[in-house]
């Protein structure tokens, strides 16, 4: 192992660095204020303008054909400068490029990346969480398109997405998991309800719910067979849940950095729990930085699309969490005096971790029977 | 930029795991077969790892951090009853001194197991643990004399007797009036900086000890589970089991992230750099070790209560690596030092 930076690196981490510099644009936490999320698209088109995003994917389109490990640096290099995370949609682009057409992938994945086109996912329904496959929004062929009833919910920005990821049911005669297929529907449109949703720590402009009802997509929207929306989702789920294709490295370090300066700032204020609980969410944020880096140097050598994700979700999760119980240890009497406190609001956050991408409880399972070989239950 | 073991690493990683298994303890009653203590013994000898830390000839070590730690990671898998990291550590400390490698076996530490011990006089006047010194003949373990702004190295003798809860590594420890013998030639003084240098990779080594010891012993709990029948089918098919295991392996999976680059940083980044990820994995990889070997005991059930099952063997030698060099809270005290300030006000 080296992990020094190659000449090639270290002149990108030059230039990213004087980027960052002069263009951070200073947003708040992304789980702890709308304002974050709705800047976000800024963001992301500013990364991607100056050449910083996108960095494994294929030039043609829009990516820069780097080695997986400068994605490495560009989370040091956000976390040291407290900028936002790179944008969280490399688990789109994999589902895209694996499964989809060519002329999907060329239709779809610039706009993707770039930022020009937003997307949100529409997977779970309110009877459909952790039995995603019991799903029952239906797409019934119309001709040339296909027709859209149903119910999503927990949809990421869906309130400013241009496209849909959808996953719905094509064929309600085969088994639950073969009758699903996948497709790019386009959200501004008749047809489709927006319904906020309101997290448990006040923010509105994340979670979305929509409402299908006769909504139409093209038939050549389709990504991948019909009957493979099981197989395409399951590649999308693996790779939503690994911090190295999320960037969350990122956001979790500036966290620990807020909260290393509150302390600093004022260290006889802090007794010695809150202390320990700062240090531990230092530590955990670093194990995730190294794996992260070791994760992404296994990828010099493939991508694996396998059940791994479900192991770096669950030390994602638990990440989160110690960062979570750090900021409300920190804030002390003041999260519950006000409700608008950060620490308050990054704590209550941190409990969708271990629920959102597939709870806890599913990782443990996919872990234990697809990687330990246990006995199915 | 690249994490991955290069292909001499892997080989090096393979050997090491191969002989160890080959020739470490299968069951309890394994660890007082003297015959194949010995036969392990030879074999690390023969492959000169206890020289890895070894003068190159230019001051530098024969070997990197990484290596030891792949050494130290294989030996832990395997719970091998012979001693490494003691040794290697000796050596990496006379390199530092100048001296000729071999006086000491092992190191001394102070009674909190943290720092090596310091002797004032021509005897000492607390008690000292030597750790991980060879066993099977007396001995001799480095001790640290104070001189001018640095420190000597000195020896202290040491039976082979062992008084430690870890069963494969001694642990000896010597009441105050141990006599100080003299180690001759050495070029230099030990410096803070040097010993700083050095906890780095006892950090490093001890947290390798620790990955190797989670990978084995829930090795040993997944085939338990698979094996062990209750209510008419295997106890690894319940998911209150299967999850215990699952949580166990991601935990193994971190600590070896944190675990690895702290075994690069001893020789290639700044000895503060080194130190702090030495810190970050020491107290990832203790708190994960408790929590796995626990969880290996639980899923052992009634028979993981029971000094035949070579579980304990595993949690015991895991109480020493985590203690040594300080554990998860030595660490994290230690962090908090250094990112938050001292606790009452700017020193």
């Known amino acids: ?377 | 930029m690249d994490a991955r073991d290069t292909p001499e690493q892997a080989e090096l990683r393979r050997t090491a795991r191969q002989l160890a298994r080959e020739l470490g303890p299968r069951t309890v009653a394994d660890l007082d077969d003297r015959k194949r203590s010995q036969r392990l013994a030879e074999a690390v000898r023969d492959a000169g790892w206890l020289e890895l830390r070894h003068d190159a000839g230019d001051g530098a070590p024969l070997a990197s951090g990484v290596e030891a730690a792949i050494i130290a990671d294989a030996l832990g898998e395997a719970v091998a009853d012979v001693a490494f990291a003691g040794p290697v550590l000796a050596a990496d400390l006379a390199r530092r001194a100048g001296a000729r490698p071999g006086d000491g076996a092992g190191v001394a530490f102070a009674p909190d197991l943290i720092d090596a011990a310091v002797v004032f006089g021509p005897a000492t006047t607390t008690p000292i643990h030597a750790i991980d010194c060879a066993t099977g003949s007396p001995t001799q373990a480095y001790i640290l004399v104070p001189e001018g702004a640095g420190y000597r190295l000195a020896c202290v003798q040491v039976d082979a007797a062992s008084d430690g809860a870890d069963l494969t590594r001694m642990l000896r420890s010597l009441p105050a009036g141990a006599p100080v013998v003299a180690v001759p030639d050495q070029s230099r003084l030990l410096t803070r900086a040097d010993l700083d240098s050095w906890a780095t990779l006892g950090l490093a080594l001890t947290s390798a000890d620790l990955i190797g010891l989670m990978r084995g012993v829930l090795e040993l709990s997944v085939a338990y589970a698979k094996d062990r029948r209750q209510y008419g089918v295997a106890i690894g098919s319940f998911q209150a089991v299967q999850h215990l295991l699952a949580e166990a392996h991601c935990l193994i999976e971190g600590a070896f992230s944190v675990a690895l680059h702290a075994s690069w940083a001893v020789d290639d980044r700044a000895p503060d750099e080194a130190r702090a990820a030495g810190r970050v994995a020491k107290a990832y990889c203790a708190r994960a070790a408790r929590t796995v070997c626990e969880t290996a005991v639980q899923v052992h059930g009634g028979m993981g209560n029971t000094w035949e099952c070579i579980v304990h063997v595993y949690l015991r030698r895991a109480l020493l690596s985590s203690r040594w060099f300080g554990d998860d809270g030595e660490q994290l005290r230690q962090l908090e030092r250094t990112r938050l300030g001292a606790p009452h006000g700017p020193a």
């Open chain 1, 1 to 377: 192992m080296d992990l020094r930076d190659s000449p090639a690196e270290a002149e990108f981490r030059t230039r990213l660095r004087a980027w960052i510099a002069a263009n951070n644009p200073g947003l708040p936490v992304s789980s702890t204020d709308d304002e974050y999320w709705a800047r976000q698209a800024e963001w992301h088109t500013a990364l991607y303008d100056a050449g910083f995003f996108g960095l494994s994917w294929p030039s043609r389109f829009g990516g820069h054909d780097l080695p997986s490990v400068f994605d490495v640096i560009l989370d040091d290099e956000l976390a040291v400068a407290g900028a936002p995370p790179r944008p969280s949609l490399g688990y789109l682009v994999q589902g895209i490029a694996r499964h989809a057409s060519q002329s999907i992938q060329e239709r779809f994945l610039p706009g993707l990346i770039s930022g020009r086109e937003r997307w949100c996912q529409g997977f779970s329904e309110p009877d459909a969480g952790s039995d995603l496959a019991a799903l029952r929004t239906t797409a019934t062929r119309d001709g040339d398109e296909f027709v859209i009833n149903g119910h999503k919910i927990w949809t990421s920005y869906s309130d400013v997405a241009d496209w849909c990821f959808l996953l719905a049911r094509t064929d309600p005669s085969v088994a639950k998991h073969k009758g699903l297929s996948a497709f790019a529907v386009p959200m501004r449109q008749p047809g489709i309800e927006q319904r906020p949703l309101r997290m448990i720590n006040g923010i509105t402009t994340e979670f979305g719910q929509v409402l299908f009802d006769g909504a139409r997509v093209p038939a050549e929207n389709m990504i991948g067979e019909p009957g493979e929306g099981w197989r395409v989702a399951m590649t999308i789920v693996s790779h939503e849940r690994e911090p190295g294709e999320l960037g969350y490295v990122a956001r979790y370090a500036k966290m620990v950095k807020d909260l290393e300066q509150t302390v600093r700032a004022d260290p006889g204020a802090f007794g010695s729990e809150q202390r320990e609980a700062v240090a531990w969410a230092y530590v955990q944020a670093e194990m995730l930085r190294l794996h992260v880096c070791r994760r992404l140097s296994e990828r010099l050598e493939r991508v694996d699309h396998g059940p791994g994700g479900s192991i770096d979700k669950l030390l994602m999760t638990w990440v989160e969490q110690a960062v979570g119980a750090a900021a409300l240890a920190v804030a002390g009497p003041r999260a519950v005096i006000d409700t608008n406190d950060v620490g308050l609001k990054i704590y209550l956050y941190s409990r969708a971790q271990s629920v959102m991408g597939g709870t806890s409880q599913i990782q443990k399972n996919i872990i234990a029977t697809r990687i330990l070989g246990l006995p199915a239950a």
